[in-house]
């Protein structure tokens, strides 16, 4: 389709998503996100590839996605794309299934329970037992989704409280 479909999409999603004009409250928000948004990704990667290597050598923890750990396969891309930044997504699958998962999105304390992504502060989903719980085992694995998966958003808090709130949430998996 080439270029004309490019810009046509590009004018037309933005166009249905938020109208013809934002507001000027909202185009000063969005100056301030902008003014910042180097600063915090900067943050979102440390911290997520901080909380990987935790769950990496964490004993409730099975496996860890990241693309930013050295041994990750996707980490050629990660530094050729991303400027060596893994991004601030971070999945694992906590030893014990979908019990222990949702007992883990439970106890979770600084942490909040929700689906989104990019958010200033730390979110937490365990897909098998919230946005996909509807789901039968083939299913879930052919949506890519295990029933131990925990898929998390870091933020920008201090690392030290992040790690501390995984930690406790994957004490009460046992």
Sequence with gaps: ?????????????????????????????????????????????????????????????????YPGLPDSPFRPLVDRYMGGKGSGLVTFGVKGGREAGARFQDALQLVTRLVNIGDAKSLACHPASTTHRQLNAAELAKAGVSEDMVRLSIGIEHIDDILADLDQALAATR
């Design 1 to 65: 389709l080439g270029a004309a479909a490019y810009i046509g999409r590009a004018r037309v999603v933005p166009l249905r998503n938020m109208g013809a004009a934002i507001s000027p409250f909202n185009s000063f928000l969005v100056l301030q996100g902008i003014e910042t948004l180097a600063l915090r990704m900067d943050r979102h990667c440390a911290n997520a590839l901080a909380v990987a290597g935790f769950l990496r050598d964490h004993a409730a923890v099975e496996w860890v996605g």
